[in-house]
């Protein structure tokens, strides 16, 4: 089956930077769109950048210029980069997929930015 796995999360330090990454496995043909969303507490859940697989990207208003999303179809990864970071960037990231109509979730990984 299909599954997505994140890792690099982690303490990130306001102005700093952390890299996320997220593998998938199983997944024939790979994804027609790899997508950060994030989910602060109390809040509900939001995209934070989406990539294509012809390369177009899409970015929320509040991480436009500090986050980029780095796709590579061959190897189904998808990175997200996020530099400058602020005390509100503090949340739970979740990878997801989306191939036709079917969409795919990783597990979340901590995001917490405290100085």
């Known amino acids: 089956q299909v599954q997505l796995v994140e890792s690099g999360g982690g303490l990130g330090q306001p102005g700093g930077s952390l890299r996320l990454s997220c593998a998938a496995s199983?997944?024939?043909?790979?994804?027609?769109?790899m997508s950060w969303y994030r989910q602060a507490p109390g809040k509900q859940r939001e995209l934070c950048a989406a990539a294509t697989r012809s390369g177009s990207t899409n970015y929320a208003d509040s991480v436009k210029g500090r986050f980029t999303i780095p796709r590579d179809n061959a190897k189904n990864t998808v990175d997200l980069q996020m530099n400058s970071l602020k005390p509100e960037d503090t949340a739970v990231y979740y990878c997801?997929?989306?191939?036709?109509?079917?969409?795919?979730w990783g597990q979340g990984t901590q995001v917490p930015v405290s100085s």
């Open positions: 997801n997929g989306v191939q036709w109509v079917n969409n795919y």
């Open positions: 199983g997944v024939i043909f790979g994804f027609d769109t």
